[in-house]
């Protein structure tokens, strides 16, 4: 059965309740990572910030999400998955509220960030209880598979719907309509979901945590900074540098370690971090800067921004069970490749529709470019969960997961900080010719990674 065939019968069956309860939660903390992407320039004009706040926006939930994502999952299997989970929401509502009334930048990043760590606990919270309510394989397949389609939903949909609420009643609303469904979420679980805990569960690694978020916040502060002050960013990409190498020092003296430097051993693992890196880079980053490029080509409102993004964000709804399906035909080097070069065709699109002097050209352009970035990624991304079941031996599944999850949010981070870097301060179309350019390389950068470092042949697809 595909991903979508189940969903209707997932719908109609009442033993399916507490599968909805915790999509939902799955729904919101993933809408929130896009929606509010098309609201940048109303935003950063109201609170008085240019594109180095916008990329903070993005990236203080991001870097946030990352570190907590890896405490989180200690602290639910310790004290309670749903007790992490509530917690999460009510961290994650009480954010959103301090968004929505937010009066300038330091106040609306830190409670981005806040945003961030209460939405690593719902979706930690949610998945072991997802596993944990439904024993029977088939049934667990089929949760875990409308969950995936609900956060899919949720992204690809985001930057539409923030559109539309942005035009409609103000970018703070974007925030304020996470209230609801939180309350409801705070209501449904405890009546749906049984608690679940293992006191035998990972041990929570605080230094390292804290290593780790220090090392990309410093990584990402730097690329920032590099366009204004090389020196300050040249010491901060070293320092960024020196404590991601003691992390990973750390690591490796870590009897169970939070994340183990031996899963890049095997060279299929690198290639699939350089994957990860390069579909976050070259899509998900380039999604944060599109509503300003299209507001800088076309002076283009929020709503309408938005609905154009739908160029690049359907094919993420349509297109995964197609690369399912072309995986078993072709393997995992060809499709990876074949997403990757799509991608990076996109991004060069989008880099060469800067010099058309035509306004119905240059549009064409754009959609074209945006069409193509999100096949591409729609082909690629939501397999990279499978090729690390499918090539990682069983006994390091569990530890490669753990690593994609931070390489996945490390290269969105660290490719909106590089994007907004390269982006001229006046924001005109022809300043987006640089981002989309490095956009583009990096997605080379994905398609050689799979080349050279996924196996040739046909596979067996994993299923998700």
Not at 184 to 204: M, N, Q, S
Not at 258 to 287: K, T
């Amino acid at each position: 059965m595909s991903r979508f065939a189940g969903i209707s019968t997932y719908l109609r069956t009442s033993a399916h309740m507490p599968g909805l309860a915790l999509a939902l939660a799955a729904f919101l903390t993933q809408f929130d990572v896009t929606a509010v992407v098309v609201a940048m320039p109303a935003i950063g004009r109201d609170l008085g910030f240019g594109v180095t706040g916008f990329a903070w926006v993005m990236d203080a939930y991001s870097l946030a999400f990352t570190a907590t994502l890896l405490a989180s999952g200690a602290l639910a299997d310790r004290y309670g998955r749903r007790r992490a989970l509530l917690v999460g929401n009510i961290l994650f509502l009480a954010a959103s509220l301090a968004c929505g009334l937010a009066s300038d930048g330091p106040a609306l990043w830190t409670a981005r960030a806040v945003q961030g760590v209460g939405a690593a606990f719902v979706i930690t919270g949610a998945i072991a209880l997802l596993a944990s309510a439904y024993p029977k394989a088939e049934d667990r397949a089929r949760a875990f598979g409308f969950m995936g389609v609900i956060s899919g939903i949720a992204m690809a949909l985001g930057p539409t719907l923030g559109g539309v609420i942005s035009a409609w009643f103000g970018w703070r609303w974007i925030f304020l309509a996470n209230i609801p469904p939180c309350v409801l979420i705070a209501w449904a679980v405890p009546r749906l979901v049984d608690e679940t805990r293992d006191a035998d569960g990972r041990p929570l690694d605080i230094a390292g945590i804290i290593l780790l978020t220090l090392a990309l916040g410093l990584t990402v502060e730097a690329l920032l900074a590099g366009r204004d002050a090389p020196t300050y960013a040249a010491l901060g990409l070293f320092a960024g540098a020196v404590l991601l190498r003691v992390f990973v020092v750390r690591q490796r003296r870590q009897v169970r370690p939070m994340l183990d430097p031996a899963v890049f051993a095997r060279r299929v693992m690198v290639g699939i971090a350089v994957l990860l890196f390069a579909v976050s880079f070259g899509y998900w980053a380039v999604l944060v800067y599109l509503p300003l490029f299209l507001r800088a080509s076309f002076g283009w409102s929020p709503e309408l921004a938005g609905l154009a993004l739908l160029a690049a964000t359907v094919p993420m709804l349509v297109l995964p069970p197609i690369g399912g399906r072309l995986v078993t035909r072709w393997g995992w080097r060809r499709l990876f490749a074949t997403g990757l070069a799509v991608t990076a065709a996109g991004d060069l699109l989008l880099a060469g529709s800067c010099a058309s002097p035509d306004g119905t050209i240059r549009l064409g352009v754009v959609l074209l470019g945006m069409a193509c970035i999100g096949t591409g990624a729609a082909l690629a991304h939501p397999q990279l969960s499978g090729v690390v079941v499918a090539l990682v031996p069983s006994d390091q599944a569990g530890m490669a997961s753990a690593v994609t999850v931070v390489a996945r949010q490390a290269g969105f981070a660290i490719g909106i900080a590089v994007l907004g870097a390269a982006l001229a301060s006046d924001t005109r179309a022809e300043g987006f010719v640089a981002p989309f350019t490095l956009a583009a390389v990096s997605a080379l950068a994905g398609l050689c990674a799979a080349l050279l470092l996924l196996p040739a042949g046909k596979l067996k697809a994993s299923g998700r």
